[in-house]
């Protein structure tokens, strides 16, 4: 028995349950064809250990492996997993693979294969999971797909070349938990039917060109924790439905043209959502409350907008937060809650929006801060930030803004900075000569109203 050690954590071996004489000699027949198939060994797997003795379970993913698959591949018995996923395997799918009825897990990612959808006939009640992720496939998802995948958990399709609209009886793959169109050539608007996957989990469409409003009908999705709408032409308002969902952890609705103000209800809850992407879209009026209700979430995104009013101070109160503000017309001061974020913050973006007052001396208290972006503002007073106590910042942005007195001399003490941008202000004092003992500085704009 040859055992291979499993390469993706992710990935299942590939199984084969022969049982009777007769089809261990078939199957051994069908991968020796395989062998046959395969024109690069890197690692010289198969030359050593695919003999017409052996006996197996066996894991080929990851061998780096070029050549193509052979039609026989259809006709291993009992055959469950099969998984040929992350080599360099080309050509079209044998049809033949579409009809292997005890087949449950098919995994042919991150490989060269090609052909068109359309032509592709699914006839596998078994299957569970279907990943022809990241290939070149083409052509127009078949609208036959799911007539006979009635037990289908995961259809994953992205970053391919597939075209033409969503069908709107997908949704006849009831069981359906993940379905990843994502990184395509989609058009046509997402269809209201995809209410209909009582099921699903995770949802991914980034990346194509889909338009149209955001069905009502998403809001009926009740299990679901990702939804990835990301870099589409996207239209129209989001309805509240879209974050009343206890469940959810992702949202991404980044690169579209919704527009429009965010539910403004307090009595939304995202309790365990750790994404929200909502940066450059069309969105108006103010921060909504229920965002800083999210007390798990890591990553908010909500630059090139035309959000306005102030920043809740109640943003101190989402202690993973990582945050971008930029390029919307907020006003208002940088509330002292801030400094009640996480240690583990470690970049703040709140730019070329109108933020005035003092910079929070709390910010201090984030000592992992990496970058530290408050250009394009109306900032004012002297910088009283204890930079002794930031030592792995490496990029600080302070430009455009009314910041007066002197640069502080601690700011010589951060061996990690590579970047500093002071220019725009109103430094009364002279640029401190220790500034160039900094090493790793690659770029900097320095400026004050009298250099010596």
Request: charged letters at 10%; one cysteine or more.
């Amino acid at each position: 028995m040859i055992t291979v050690s499993l390469i993706h954590c992710l990935l299942l071996s590939l199984v084969v349950a022969a049982t009777a004489s007769n089809n261990i000699t078939t199957d051994q027949q069908v991968l020796l064809a395989l062998k046959a198939h395969i024109t690069y060994d890197p690692t010289n797997f198969l030359a050593q250990n695919w003999t017409s003795n052996t006996s197996f379970s066996l894991n080929i993913s990851s061998f780096n492996l070029q050549g193509t698959i052979p039609p026989q591949l259809g006709n291993l018995s009992s055959l469950v997993t099969l998984d040929l996923s992350q080599n360099k395997l080309s050509g079209d799918i044998p049809s033949s693979i579409f009809t292997m009825h005890t087949l449950k897990f098919l995994y042919f990612s991150d490989n060269q294969l090609s052909g068109s959808l359309s032509s592709f006939t699914f006839n596998m009640s078994s299957m569970l999971v279907s990943d022809l992720s990241t290939n070149r496939f083409s052509g127009e998802l078949p609208e036959t797909i799911c007539n006979y995948l009635p037990n289908l958990k995961a259809l994953l399709l992205n970053n391919n070349m597939i075209h033409g609209k969503i069908p709107s009886i997908l949704s006849k793959c009831k069981q359906l938990q993940q379905l990843n169109l994502g990184l395509n050539d989609l058009s046509g608007a997402i269809p209201k039917e995809i209410g209909n996957f009582t099921s699903l989990q995770k949802i991914s469409l980034i990346y194509n060109k889909l338009h149209g409003e955001i069905p009502l009908e998403v809001g009926n999705l009740r299990n679901q924790d990702t939804l990835w709408l990301g870099s589409n032409n996207l239209v129209g308002i989001v309805l509240s439905t879209i974050f009343n969902k206890s469940a959810v952890k992702e949202i991404d609705l980044f690169n579209n043209s919704l527009s429009g103000n965010l539910p403004s209800r307090t009595d939304l809850a995202l309790p365990n959502i750790d994404y929200l992407g909502l940066a450059i879209n069309r969105f108006s009026g103010t921060i909504p409350s229920f965002i800083t209700n999210a007390s798990n979430l890591t990553i908010l995104e909500m630059g090139l907008n035309s959000f306005s009013g102030f920043i809740p101070n109640k943003i101190g109160n989402l202690r993973t937060l990582q945050t971008a503000l930029s390029n919307n017309p907020l006003d208002g001061i940088l509330p002292s809650s801030i400094g009640n974020l996480s240690i583990s913050m470690e970049r703040l973006y709140i730019f070329n929006c109108s933020i005035s007052g003092n910079i929070p001396q709390v910010i201090s208290n984030l000592t992992n801060f990496t970058v530290l972006q408050l250009g394009g503002n109306e900032l004012t007073g002297p910088v009283l930030v204890t930079f002794d106590r930031l030592q792995n910042l490496q990029g600080l942005f302070l430009s455009s803004n009314k910041l007066a007195g002197s640069i502080p001399d601690d700011l010589c003490r951060l061996h990690r900075l590579d970047t500093l941008i002071l220019d725009g202000n109103e430094f009364s004092e002279s640029i401190p000569t220790c500034l160039g003992n900094l090493t790793s500085l690659e770029g900097s704009l320095l400026n004050v109203a009298d250099c010596p």
